[in-house]
């Protein structure tokens, strides 16, 4: 099982990104699938989870800017970020909970940078 993560860039505050994570494999279902986030010097932090039904929830720095979605026909999950701002800077990474055939466990996707220049 792979995930890759699509999306990131450069972008002036206010602006507009969306990431995409894509998951591939020996895949049976997908359960939660996660963005986390990792600034340089700090810990990586959860930014948004949804699960296997559709519930959200959002970190409070994000609520109001950021949503997530996922589709389950494809395996993938997105994060439209809006009106950015330069604390959303860091590497935003993928998570998803996935039962395969060898097993469950977390797997994550390999990065993506987001810059948000003032």
């Known amino acids: 099982v792979q995930l890759q993560a699509s999306g990131g860039g450069l972008v002036q505050a206010g602006g507009s990104l969306r990431l995409a994570c894509a998951a591939s494999g020996s895949i049976v279902r997908i359960n939660d699938m996660a963005w986390f986030r990792q600034a340089p010097g700090t810990q990586r932090e959860l930014v948004a989870d949804i699960t296997s039904d559709g519930a959200t929830k959002y970190t409070d720095s994000v609520k109001g800017r950021f949503t997530i979605a996922r589709d389950n026909a494809k395996n993938t999950v997105y994060l439209q970020m809006n009106s950015l701002k330069p604390e959303d800077t860091a590497v935003y990474y993928c998570?998803?909970?996935?039962?395969?055939?060898?097993?469950?466990?977390?797997?994550w996707g390999q990065g993506t940078l987001v810059t948000v220049s003032s």
């Open positions: 998570n998803a909970n996935i039962l395969s055939w060898i097993g469950m466990r977390d797997y």
